[in-house]
């Protein structure tokens, strides 16, 4: 037995070996790539986040924290945090509530839930710089339909409403030109645009609910449909759920293109909507000023990284069956 | 408990009749089995007592009271499903408790957090506890009450599936296939177990199962369904001896019962050729079709009735089953030999068989029993 034995073991490493080698040769490009185009850039901006670096320029000076320091004591960063956060505040529960929704009445809806669904989701396949421009129109304060609409209450019983008395008084509000609503209209145009795709990913959830469960609820004495939302529908749709709000939140610390759209200039009225992905363009690309552009998008990372993770940790514990 | 009553109960999917009229009563605390081949019907009229569907026309009644158009949730009746439909957020305790924590808590007393300390919710929690327990003690499952479904096995599942039916005390359970899921062995067992279940809850039971073996073996009366209606329903013991209609008689008994045609002319009935008895006045002449369970074949040296080689065997060591391809004949009879006879048989072997007439069914060509006509042929025969 020993004399068998004896090759087979000294074989055995060899083996083992070799296919590691080809493990690690077949996960070299991706790792390359991985590497080449993720890791690499963010270290960059890593070290950069610490310098006063700028485009074209032939070196640079360590500033340490100043970067950040700044990020955290100017208050155009303060407005920042502000616009940032309270547009992920309204945007992410309203779209993924109303996502959730328009995917459960969809979802009852035979043939005329495919009509529905492709109307929900026109607006995420459109671009959104031509759906802006659009908005800009509607918004416009003169000659906008919104506005103009809004004018024909005037005279009319709808003068109760105190919006429309002030309205009809003093004039409707600039939307975008006023500090009061510009980040509100940013929001309610964010909404408009992602709902759809939460729809989406919500109706592909709901398919895989398991149909008897549905009896078995009924059978079980759950009467009411939000008794059997609660008992059936809901849970099942917990991962489904962790996944849009993540996406969700990433897509709305994300938001630049209308903002870019309607405030070339710089974040709106009195910086209302100076949102981060904003900020870190206006520093970084038109302004040349790498260094605090690298600092922003720094903590951009954080809070998309702070978001995976609790992702990750909600899909493994919690939602898990 | 509670009887059921169902009378002419038929459902329409567009086009397709799905039940043609089915009418069925089941007594308190019968142990009733829904069996036929796949599509016969019998999940629908399951669905339909338990209002899960609404039947096209026809009246359900559960101890007398009709329930047709009232909602599943109001009717009062248990079903495990064949999936077992169990949720999978919940664990095993709080599954079972589903029936009890929807019917006995109000709304409120169900709301996370704040439900608990709501006036009167601690008691009813506490009592949904114990009869939880009871339930689980009930079917052995006491260990298994903080997993979830995710982390059990089939059989495992199945009994969470049986304690959330009867953790309430129902009108009757329904059972729509249970053990179709579960491998071989366990099925036996469950089967036995939940036949146990049944005498001990003196329940009234409505099994649907598409294996005549667990209808026989558990039933109390056996519904036989074919092609959206009831072909018969009776006793297992009757529906195996007695069936009313050869095609109940083809799909209950394992291997098939053995059809061969007879002809009965100048009042004479004749199976290839060979006599077999008189039937004198009683029917008319034409082809008639005998049927013959595979143990009412005997192997015969002297004066076989028929003559055949053997084509297949199958060795169950209890017994032997003979496939048996008769002479001149495109026909295979298959017959259920002892171990002792089997040196007799082995493949291409040439036997005789023979049977005793009282051991046939005579079908007529639409497949309807000829009760008159068997009696007749067999009085003939001991006259002769």
């Known amino acids: 037995m020993a004399a068998i034995d004896a090759p087979a073991a000294a074989r055995a490493p060899r083996e083992v070996n070799r296919q590691a080698r080809t493990a690690w040769g077949l996960t070299a490009p991706a790792l390359a790539l991985m590497f080449l185009i993720l890791l690499v850039p963010v270290v960059v901006a890593g070290i950069l986040s610490f310098t006063n670096y700028s485009l074209g320029n032939t070196g640079f000076d360590w500033v340490g924290f100043k970067n950040y320091d700044r990020l955290f004591s100017r208050s155009t960063y303060e407005k920042m945090f502000i616009a940032t956060f309270t547009y992920v505040a309204v945007v992410v529960p309203v779209s993924v509530a109303l996502g959730l929704g328009a995917a459960l009445l969809v979802n009852s809806l035979g043939r005329i839930g495919d009509i529905y669904k492709t109307i929900f989701f026109l607006p995420v396949m459109a671009t959104l710089l031509a759906m802006a421009i659009v908005w800009e129109f509607m918004l416009h304060p003169t000659i906008g339909v919104i506005n103009q609409t809004l004018e024909l209450s005037c005279g009319t019983f709808l003068e109760v409403v105190p919006f429309l008395a002030n309205g009809c008084a003093d ?43 549905y009896h078995a609820a009924e059978m079980d004495g759950a009467k009411s449909a939000w008794e059997r939302f609660r008992l059936v529908t809901w849970p099942a749709l917990g991962p489904t759920t962790v996944f849009v709000v993540t996406i969700s939140c990433i897509r709305a610390f994300q938001v630049f293109d209308t903002v870019e759209a309607f405030w070339p200039q710089g974040g709106g009225p009195n910086k209302s909507t100076y949102v981060m992905m904003f900020a870190i363009f206006e520093k970084g690309v038109q302004q040349n000023l790498i260094g605090i552009g690298s600092a922003i998008t720094m903590l951009f990372l954080v809070f998309v990284m702070f978001l995976t993770l609790i992702q990750r940790w909600l899909v493994e514990r919690k939602v898990h069956y | 408990m509670a009887g059921l009553s169902i009378s002419s109960v038929t459902k329409r999917f567009g086009d397709t009749e799905v039940l043609k009229g089915v009418t069925l009563d089941v007594a308190d605390a019968e142990f009733v089995s829904l069996v036929g081949p796949s599509g016969c019907g019998k999940s ?137 899921n579960l491998d071989a062995k366990l099925r036996v067992q469950t089967r036995a177990e939940i036949a146990q279940l049944h005498r001990r809850l003196n329940a009234t039971f409505i099994y649907v199962t598409h294996d005549q073996v667990e209808a ?169």
């Open chain 1, 171 to 213: 004039g409707f509000p600039l939307w975008l030109g006023d500090r009061d609503y510009a980040i509100w209209v940013l929001c309610f145009i964010g909404i408009w645009q992602g709902f759809g795709f939460n729809m989406v990913l919500y109706l592909a959830g709901l398919t895989a609910v398991h149909r008897e469960l």
């Open chain 2, 44 to 180: 629908t009229l399951l669905r339909i007592i338990a209002g899960l569907e609404d039947p096209t026309s026809g009246e359900i009644a559960i101890d007398g009271k009709g329930v047709t158009g009232m909602r599943a949730a109001a009717r009062n009746l248990s079903m495990v499903f064949q999936s077992y439909a169990l949720y999978p957020h919940l664990t095993v305790a709080e599954n079972i408790a589903v029936p009890l924590r929807m019917r006995s808590l109000t709304a409120a007393q169900r709301l996370p957090l704040i439900g608990p300390f709501l006036p009167g919710a601690k008691e009813q929690r506490a009592e949904i506890a114990s009869a939880v327990q009871d339930a689980a003690d009930m079917l052995e499952i006491s260990a298994l009450l903080d997993r979830k479904p995710g982390q059990l096995s089939g059989g495992q599942r199945q009994r969470v599936a049986l304690g959330r039916a009867l953790v309430r005390e129902p009108a009757a359970f329904l059972l729509d296939e249970p053990l179709s």
């Open chain 2, 216 to 384: 026989m073996t558990m039933s109390d009366r056996i519904a036989v369904m074919m092609g959206g209606e009831i072909l018969q329903c009776d006793a297992p013991s009757v529906i195996y001896e007695d069936p009313s209609d050869i095609r109940v008689a083809e799909f209950i008994g394992s291997p098939k019962i053995n059809i061969l045609p007879v002809e009965l002319a100048n009042a004479e009935m004749t199976l290839f050729g060979r006599v077999l008895g008189h039937a004198a006045e009683v029917a008319q002449a034409g082809i008639y079709q005998l049927g013959l369970r595979p143990e009412a074949l005997k192997l015969m040296q002297a004066e076989p009735v028929m003559t055949g080689t053997v084509a297949h065997m199958e060795n169950l060591g209890s017994e032997v089953y003979a496939q048996v391809a008769l002479a001149d004949q495109t026909a295979r009879v298959t017959l259920r030999a002892a171990p002792t006879e089997r040196h007799k048989l082995h493949l291409g072997a040439e036997v005789g068989l023979g049977f005793d007439l009282n051991d046939g069914l005579i079908f007529d060509a639409d497949g309807k029993r000829r009760r008159r006509l068997e009696v007749a042929v067999m009085r003939e025969r001991e006259v002769a």
